[in-house]
């Protein structure tokens, strides 16, 4: 496996993992945050698809979701699944980030632009949870 | 040389319970970032191997970086009712500048030239901050895009923290 296979198999997961995270955050928000996780997770899922496309094409398998996923804390009402949210944008953007490196032109075009995304979204749920403040200096650099 | 930025090759194993499968060896965890770093040899921050003599071209970047966090000065000196909301965002640029130094092998510039005209109004300062963010955003990613491996990862993150920005000025 090249590295940048590696590093996009890496964001591959980290997206499958998020598409399942918000399930469990949309199921907690109501009204217009509940609206923009749906928009959050239709995003993820169509950066999966275009990764996966990105693999295919250049003969790289796209690792498949697991068949569960364990949440890192319990989601049982709005703080904690914007809480979970934030996190499952900020482990994302790390996924994006290390896999800048390994990669090179559009593709790494392509990671840095689902890098950015993550960061926006990250930030937009810091601030429907009042959080201050709502950015990071370095978002996607490892903890 | 200080870096405010955590060095790639920190294990990320504490914490990340959660984005690890039930079968854990399938790689969702986030731990496993650490290892593509280290396949990569993607050591950024490591000193002294050769980052003065690389050739990168950023010391274009690296000003305006300065000049962006000169300009969040301004707009708080012009309207300081923002200076809460906006702090944050002017020391990010400041951390953002001294990690592109350390990285390049170059002291922090001063901000050269000087910021023009700041507008008084909010309004006014949030939209001449917003557009210069964007600029900003936008040079961020085209030289990450070009970077050598070494500087991709903190050119990425710059580039989305510019982003986020826009968040704090709408």
Request: hydrophobic share 45%; aromatic share 4%.
């Amino acid at each position: 496996m090249t590295d940048s296979t590696e590093a996009l198999s890496l964001a591959m997961a980290a997206e499958h993992a998020a598409i399942f995270g918000y399930g469990a955050v949309g199921a907690r928000l109501t009204g217009s945050a509940q609206a923009a996780a749906r928009q959050a997770e239709a995003a993820h899922r169509d950066r999966r698809d275009a990764l996966a496309a990105r693999m295919i094409a250049a003969s790289a398998p796209p690792p498949p979701a697991d068949a569960a996923y364990q949440l890192p804390f319990p989601v049982t009402d709005r703080a904690s699944a914007l809480r979970l949210a934030v996190h499952v944008e900020e482990g994302a953007a790390r996924a994006w980030r290390q896999g800048l490196p390994a990669t090179s032109g559009e593709t790494r075009r392509f990671a840095v632009a689902a890098l950015i995304d993550c960061a926006v979204r990250a930030a937009r749920w810091r601030r429907t949870a009042g959080t201050q403040p709502a950015t990071v200096p370095f978002p996607g650099a490892p903890a | 040389m200080r870096n405010p930025e955590p060095s790639p090759e920190r294990p990320l194993t504490s914490r990340r319970t959660f984005l690890r499968g039930a079968a854990a060896v399938a790689g969702v965890s986030l731990a496993g970032a650490a290892t593509a770093s280290a396949l990569t040899g993607c050591d950024v921050f490591s000193k002294g191997t050769g980052a003065a003599t690389e050739p990168h071209g950023l010391e274009g970047l690296l000003g305006a970086t300065v000049a962006l966090g000169d300009q969040y000065d301004l707009t708080m000196s012009a309207v300081p009712a923002l200076a809460p909301a906006i702090t944050p965002v002017r020391d990010a640029h400041r951390a953002h500048a001294q990690a592109l130094a350390d990285a390049i092998g170059v002291p922090v510039p001063a901000a050269s030239p000087p910021p023009g005209q700041v507008p008084a109004d909010r309004p006014g300062a949030l939209a001449q901050l917003t557009s210069a963010e964007k600029a900003g955003r936008d040079a961020a990613v085209a030289a990450c895009v070009e970077a050598t491996p070494r500087l991709a990862g903190l050119l990425g993150s710059i580039a989305a923290a510019r982003a986020s920005h826009l968040e704090v000025l709408r």
